[in-house]
């Protein structure tokens, strides 16, 4: 069994600073590509950033905002993000693609409330 676990939501003031983490745990061969996706209230689940390899992609809009990293010997995926505004608010969800047992799947962490308020 494969699992994603998220940490670093909170409260912020516009302007400020969060740091996400997510770390898979489990027996699998790989896991790749590793991402950010968010949901905010009566709106459907959004792509934030992922990063695959070297290559990474953003959503229009936190480019610029949001940086997404990746530590390969902790099977850990970070999301960096400045100068929040009001509209991040959601809750943010790990998502990684998972090789195990000779099977790809998809793994999603159970979510972690990033509010931007002042």
């Known amino acids: 069994q494969v699992q994603l676990v998220e940490s670093g939501g909170g409260l912020v003031q516009p302007g400020g600073s969060l740091r996400l983490s997510c770390e898979a745990s489990g027996s699998f061969f790989g896991i790749n590509p590793m991402g950010w996706y968010r949901q905010a209230p009566g709106k459907q689940r959004e792509l934030v950033a992922t990063i695959s390899g070297s290559n990474t992609n953003y959503a229009d809009s936190v480019k610029g905002r949001f940086t997404i990293s990746r530590d390969n010997a902790k099977n850990s995926v970070h999301l960096q993000m400045n100068s929040l505004k009001p509209e991040d608010t959601a809750v943010y969800y790990c998502?990684?693609?998972?090789?195990?047992?000779?099977?790809?799947?998809?793994?999603w962490g159970q979510g972690t409330l990033v509010t931007v308020s002042s």
């Open positions: 998502n990684a693609g998972v090789l195990a047992g000779g099977t790809f799947f998809e793994v």
